[in-house]
């Protein structure tokens, strides 16, 4: 381009940061003289030498952004913002970007896109202000990790922190997509692919873009693409400890396999910290994931082990045919050095089994919110939703929380993203605390023990099962039945009413609805006659009813049940629970839908504090209903 000096050789066509930073820089001198022309020259030139993978790349289409929002060039603009957004513009200044964006979409009339927008930014910003902690991969500045004989290794929090507050977003080490999603999903980043770009040999796997694509491949579909079916087969878990050690690489495992002795003895620091003391969620982070080896029956250990010999062995002449993976792959292959190849393979083999065990206590199911398979006539105006597992992944940062049956944290997941915050204040020195699935207000004390020790081998000793068994279940309240001289008969009739619950919970997948909503009229008129009004079952009745009401259309009838099921969930998960939010905002769809300005309205300001509290600005509930309340504060002018 004329005028353009260059800084290095790029004649021969090849990628120069160097060169694309400087030019980036002049474009922005005469930016600044309001001399658009030659700045857009700059820009340009900038943008074609930066490297696909540099920063200079997302700098340089933000700069040309800025340009063209000067010259009104908006369509030109949201390309840019959307081009530095994808090729990762840094985080702390993306709210600029995205207010950027939110201005063209004014100046076009899409102005259904510019709440969403500046919702995003304004959370985007309060993100920005969150400092990172330069010693835990993916955690706040408000944490630090610590060590004892008794908790093992364990966040705590160094200041006072206030409920609502992120303490830890982090991408996975490496997950796997289950099954089921695999043909509606990223294979990479777990997002939903309505138009997936495949992989270049196999039809097995999508992606939804191409940088996922090649993501992919560079990172394990290289080595797993001519394996695809044996890896179902062996299933999740075996698969993920395989895919764990593509990830990492040879060199990586070898390394940590050859240093495990010599970490042990020598080196002081927290287990899968660096001898700094750093936590960087790598592989020696994961290597230090305990593996609760002496809780598996020992037949099982030889069944992994034996699983582990036979992935590795049929699939390690490929894995040692790639220079990316191994650079000795040549030297590998030669018959002089079998017995290096040997001792290479058991390393793997033992490697492998060491990840499968450790998942069995340390793999995060990664899960979505989906609608309920149950519709009518093609009705989704207020669906009933469910929580599903899509994918199970690791990670390294996130499994540094204890358990307690009463976490003082929630978790939260935006595609392959996993979001921890706090949902009461946790005070300095406190240790932060997650729920591994058995939570105080769904189990009894002695479920929840039953089910922790199956599967994670400990016995909970957290506020929550300190409390005495009578304790326990005054909190609970289940068994709360209303005075009658005859017991024999209400047993008969209880039991009855819930054979007729679970008849009608059939009809309803069957989309038998008239039938099944006479039914759980019956069963909540037996429950309402002999169960206080507060027993969960007779809630879980009313819930039910209100969605067959929902399905029927009938908005009034269904508003009268939910109500009362949603006094039910507040007695029992307080009105700061996600599960009463939950609720809330189903009525409030409803309510919206029936044009109740009031009531919607007040329901919304109900529910949109705990949402935020639990999830952040940004998460799709309450987007949807920040949308519903600009709509009704429309109708109410």
């Known amino acids: 381009m004329a005028g353009v000096t260059p800084i290095c050789e790029t004649s021969s066509g090849n990628k120069c940061e160097k060169s694309s930073n400087a030019l980036r820089l002049k474009g922005n001198a005469h930016y600044q003289k309001r001399q658009f022309n030659e700045a857009l020259k700059n820009y340009n030139q900038a943008i074609l030498l930066a490297p696909h993978d540099g920063s200079e790349l997302a700098l340089g289409f933000a700069n040309r952004s800025a340009l063209f929002y000067e010259t009104s060039n908006w369509k030109g603009c949201l390309q840019d913002v959307e081009h530095a957004l994808h090729h990762r513009y840094p985080a702390e200044k993306q709210y600029k970007l995205l207010k950027r964006k939110a201005q063209c979409l004014i100046q076009l009339e899409r102005y259904q896109e510019v709440s969403e927008t500046l919702q995003v930014a304004k959370d985007e910003a309060n993100i920005s202000m969150i400092i990172e902690s330069d010693e835990i991969c993916g955690a706040t500045s408000n944490v630090a990790i610590k060590y004892n004989n008794v908790r093992g290794r364990h966040l705590v929090a160094k200041i006072k922190i206030p409920a609502g507050s992120t303490i830890i977003k982090e991408k996975p080490y490496t997950g796997v997509l289950l099954p089921e999603f695999h043909n509606t999903h990223c294979h990479q980043c777990f997002t939903p692919t309505d138009a997936p770009i495949p992989c270049s040999l196999c039809s097995r796997v999508r992606y939804c873009s191409d940088e996922c694509q090649q993501s992919s491949m560079t990172l394990y579909h290289w080595a797993e693409c001519p394996y695809s079916n044996l890896l179902e087969e062996v299933g999740v878990y075996a698969h993920l400890s395989y895919r764990i050690l593509v990830v990492s690489g040879v060199q990586t495992v070898k390394g940590q396999h050859n240093d495990t002795k010599v970490c042990m003895e020598t080196i002081k620091s927290i287990p899968g910290c660096s001898s700094s003391g750093c936590y ?23 069944h992994f082990r034996k699983i582990s010999s036979e992935l590795i062995h049929k699939t390690i002449d490929h894995l040692l045919g790639s220079k990316t993976w191994t650079p000795e792959s040549c030297e590998m292959l030669d018959k002089s050095h079998d017995q290096e190849k040997s001792c290479l393979i058991g390393q793997l083999q033992s490697a492998h089994t060491r990840h499968w065990l450790q998942l069995y206590c340390n793999a995060q199911a990664v899960t979505i919110i989906v609608p309920s398979d149950i519709q009518r006539e093609g009705r989704h105006d207020v669906a009933d939703v469910e929580q599903r597992r899509l994918a199970t992944a690791v990670f390294p940062t996130t499994s540094l929380l204890n358990h307690s049956c009463k976490p003082n944290v929630i978790v939260s997941f935006k595609d392959d993203e996993i979001t921890v915050r706090s949902i009461t204040t946790i005070e300095t020195d406190e240790e932060i605390l997650h729920c591994y699935g058995p939570h105080y207000k769904r189990m009894k004390k002695a479920e929840r023990q039953k089910a922790l020790k199956k599967q994670y081998n400990f016995e909970c000793n957290c506020d929550a099962c300190r409390l005495d068994d009578s304790n326990a279940d005054n909190d609970l309240k289940q068994e709360t039945i209303k005075e009658n001289s005859n017991k024999k008969n209400i047993k008969m009739e209880l039991s009855k009413s819930m054979d007729m619950f679970s008849k009608a919970n059939q009809m309803l997948e069957e ?9 759980l009229l019956q069963c909540c008129e037996i429950q309402t ?22 399905l029927l259309g009938d908005m009034s009838s269904a508003v009268k049940y939910l109500k ?14 996600i599960e009463f939010a939950n609720e809330l905002h189903k009525l ?34 309450v987007n949807e209903l920040l949308e519903m309340k600009s709509t009704l504060e429309h109708f109410a002018l």
């Open 280 to 302: 960087y969620g790598n592989y020696q982070s994961v290597w230090n994931l305990v593996t609760n080896e002496n809780m598996h029956p020992s037949e099982d250990i030889e």
């Open 511 to 519: 989309n038998k609805i008239e039938d099944s909503l006479a039914l």
């Open 529 to 550: 006659l002999y169960l206080d009004k507060y027993h969960k079952n007779l809630g879980q009745t009313q819930d039910s009813i209100a969605r067959c009401y929902v």
């Open 564 to 577: 009362l099921s949603i006094a039910n969930v507040e007695k029992w998960f307080g009105p700061d629970s």
């Open 588 to 621: 409030a769809s409803i309510l919206f839908n029936m044009r109740d300005v009031e009531g919607a309205m007040a329901t919304i300001n109900r529910c949109l504090p705990v949402l935020v509290c639990h999830y952040g600005n940004n998460h799709e509930s």
